[in-house]
């Protein structure tokens, strides 16, 4: 039988066997010398044994129930040292520039913004923003559609628009 009892300078709970009662071990927590007393200092209490007149459902109904479950009391040892690191941070994906140089950029140029006073001026935005960055700076032009509500119409209109992915 194991003989359970807390350090007297961390109140660390420690277990040990009974035939260490009475020697000394140094703590795991905290490092100082204590002695192992002879009983246990800490019981556990037993689960309350079946009633003996109550109908044959009683023990399993009582047995399943929060109220039956022995009630334990477990301590987080605490600790001056820094605590582990668990969780690292990400090491960059394959593919990106390092800081200071451009990173890759993504614009979306979308029809139904481009229409002014009634004129389509689509393609001189997309235009504009393209001779803005340059053409060694791009990297893709991907066509996109997509789906809005127009309020003035009160209609879903489906639409049209780039995708622009450039250096910047």
């Known amino acids: 039988m194991d003989i359970v009892f807390n350090c007297p300078n ?20 905290c490092h100082e010398t204590i002695t192992i007393p002879a ?3 800490r019981t556990a209490s037993a689960p309350p044994s079946p009633d003996t007149h109550a109908p044959s459902l009683a023990p399993s109904v009582m047995a399943s129930s929060a109220a039956a479950k022995v009630e334990m009391h477990l301590k987080v040892p605490v ?3 820094p605590g582990e690191v668990l969780i690292k941070k990400a090491s960059p994906p394959l593919g990106t520039k ?10 979306t140029i979308k029809h139904a913004s481009c229409i002014e006073s009634g004129h389509d001026k689509f393609d001189e935005k997309v235009t504009e923003f393209l001779i803005e960055i340059g053409e060694q700076n791009m990297v893709g032009l991907h ?3 997509y789906t809005y509500f127009d309020v003035g119409t009160q209609k879903i209109l489906n639409d049209y628009g780039v995708l622009i992915v450039y250096h910047g």
Do not use: F, M, W, Y
Request: charged residues 30%; glycine residues 8%.
């Open 143 to 145: 066509t996109i559609s």
């Open 98 to 107: 390092p800081k200071g140089e451009k990173q890759i950029r993504v614009h």
């Open 10 to 29: 961390c109140e660390q709970e420690l277990a040990v066997d009974s035939a260490g009662a009475g020697s000394e071990i140094e703590c795991p927590e």
């Open 39 to 41: 009983s246990s200092t």
């Open 79 to 81: 600790s001056n040292k």
